[in-house]
DNA sequence: CGGGATCCTAGGGGATACTG
DNA sequence: CAGTATCCCCTAGGATCCCG
């Protein structure tokens, strides 16, 4: 397993990344995309469910993240209805599950972290 | 592997994150990290050495990063010398170990993505 | 119901120059 | 050799309100 770390820079869409992990980080860092791929990975969902998962993520963040997920092809969106109530669908897409191994070693890791070092800030 | 992504946030440091895999993108998240753990994967580096293998960042920004992951832990910072030429030498810490699998997974991902989907863009 | 428009700001990251 | 000091720009992400 080589990364294009050494020399050779890697493009994907038009953007320019130094090495393969960065672009990989790019794709779904920050501080929600991993949370809604999570949310997502075992079955698609509608707008109103993820928001309802998600009580801190404002709508305009949330819309905003998935349609960078969308563009980035990690996500399709579908749209059932014409007039409101319409009802739009979330899903990864054969792409976005290639990245399942990826996300549960980083939910692994993350909650090694919050045993050894981190707490809960109980809400319920 | 539940993570907590469901009601309660979690905390670590003083800075707070809705979900666990939030909390671990942050520790590793952004342009550089990744790249920087993925060079200190095998063997301890002096600063330079970095510097060498990654042209592109800038060294206020490498020793910015550094720092940053040495106060998250993953990282420690070993000074050798009084006057100059002095050596400093970076290495993995233990915690920092811990994040090689996951560092694993992205990079095997970001391959994947190169191959499929990306272009390598030739320095040599 | 599922967003968009608008405005705002914290800080990540770059450029250039300088130093113990 | 291994950084700092400044300065500056840009994007992620939040707040608030509005719409088909």
Redesign the pocket.
């Known amino acids: 397993m080589q990364a294009e770390c050494a020399g050779d820079a890697v493009k994907l869409n038009g953007r320019e990344y130094p090495c393969t992990v960065s672009l990989a980080m790019d794709l779904v860092?920050?501080?929600?995309?991993t949370v809604i791929l999570y949310h997502l990975k075992e079955t698609s969902k509608?707008?109103?469910?993820l928001?309802r998962e998600m009580p801190?993520?404002?709508?305009?963040?949330?819309?905003?993240?998935?349609?960078?997920l969308e563009k980035d092809g990690l996500v399709s969106?579908a749209?059932y209805g014409e007039k409101?109530?319409?009802?739009?669908?979330?899903q990864l897409t054969d792409f976005g599950k290639t990245f399942i191994p990826v996300l549960d070693a980083v939910t692994a890791w993350g909650n090694f972290i919050l045993k050894e070092k981190g707490e809960v800030v109980y809400r319920s």
């Open positions: 860092g920050g501080k929600w995309k509608r707008y109103s469910e928001r801190d993520i404002t709508e305009m963040t949330l819309s905003l993240q998935l349609k960078q969106r749209v409101p109530p319409i009802k739009v669908i979330y």
